[in-house]
């Protein structure tokens, strides 16, 4: 707890070259965390033995270190979410019928669309094998698939009506953000939705350095390497951090940008709401 608090107070004069230096901090953390989490889970499930939950290590690797009662919560808080985004540009989660959770990870929010819409057609796919092997074993409803690094995904041409995509954007460079953009395109319908978070001012204002957010505002996006996952994410899986002008400007290149929700998801990333033009 001490070396959070003092984190917290340098944090903003750090250069992000400098992060990677910190990633034996990072793991310490994630193992203390771990532990405590996986107690609490026989605690917890010894009581309720048929609640429907990942692991605690899988959970940690999509999600952070959520107890199993949070993380369930809040995969109903996405639904919330993307609910809001829909309404703000006058279209409703009730009228989809097909829907792909990019980056679904061990099925968070898979988990909570099933109750809600029995009836939804859902796909998953991330490049977190054992996340999708944990997906397809309980959640056989569900189509979920292991994609990879680089397009293309497992789907046909104009397969989705929505697809959601959160937290991915948030790690991935431009090049590569760029081709799954494209991709995104070819998976959904004409007048398909694309909703996908970013890491947009409130997630950088406190806490990078103020050349770096004066460099980010220059150039729209920025992208670095933090290291803190080494050996759990792929290399190439760090952290990039976006302004609205940028998305407004660059992705609009692929999509019709309908609306940009700050802090919309989460009440911390900033949620892009992009239309296929077809």
Known sequence: MIIESVWKIVRPFVPVQLYPLLSPVYRWRRKSRLRRLEESDRTYLASHPEVLCPPAELRYNAVGPYPIEAFLHSGEMVIADIEGALQSIGRSLQEIRTFLDFGCGCGRLIIALRKRRPDLDIAG?????????????HLQASRCVVNGELPPAPFED????????GSVFTHLD??????WLAEMKRMLKPRGILLASVHGPYSWEPRLPPWTIANLKKKGMIFARIGADDGIHPSWYQAA???????????????????????GLSDYQDVVVAENRG
């Open 174 to 179: 431009e090049a590569r953000q760029d081709r």
């Open 125 to 137: 796919c991330d490049v977190d094998e054992r996340g999708i092997l944990w997906c397809r074993r």
């Open 158 to 165: 104009g397969s989705f009506d929505l697809i959601w995509c």
């Open 241 to 263: 951090w976006h302004t609205e002008k940028y998305i407004r400007q660059h992705w609009a290149e692929v999509f019709e940008i309908r609306a940009y929700r700050e802090r």
